[in-house]
Nanobody, 123 residues
């Protein structure tokens, strides 16, 4: 499956933004989709994931209560709603998928990756 991430931009601390991850060529049925981010000089890290079949979600602790991952079956798109943004959220955000219904927060488990979209949060 090919993935297209979009929605990044520049916001101030406390602001909100929504990222989108759209699948092309195939649907997300029987997939899990995750969002990851990579800040300058840091390793890529897990942010959130959702299983397409049950809609089960996982979040890294630093975004719990602020970020929400969701899906739109009709549009074959996964969203990451980001609220109460902080400067430490600044990173390139990537969406990725794995062909399984099982939950995972591990980067290595995700096999298809989209291009990143930049989020910059200014103080």
């Amino acid at each position: 499956v090919q993935l297209q991430a979009s929605g990044g931009g520049s916001v101030q601390t406390g602001g909100s933004l929504r990222l989108s991850c759209a699948a092309s060529r195939r649907t997300f049925t029987s997939y899990a989709v995750g969002w990851f981010r990579q800040a300058p000089g840091k390793e890529r890290e897990f942010v959130a994931s959702i299983t397409w079949s049950l809609g089960s979600t996982d979040y890294t602790d630093s975004v719990k209560g602020r970020f929400t991952i969701s899906k739109n079956n009709a549009e074959n798109t996964v969203y990451l709603q980001m609220n109460s943004l902080k400067p430490e959220d600044t990173a390139v955000y990537y969406c990725a998928s794995r062909e399984t219904t099982k939950r995972s927060t591990k980067l290595v488990d995700f096999t298809s990756w989209g291009q990143g979209t930049q989020l910059t949060v200014s103080s």
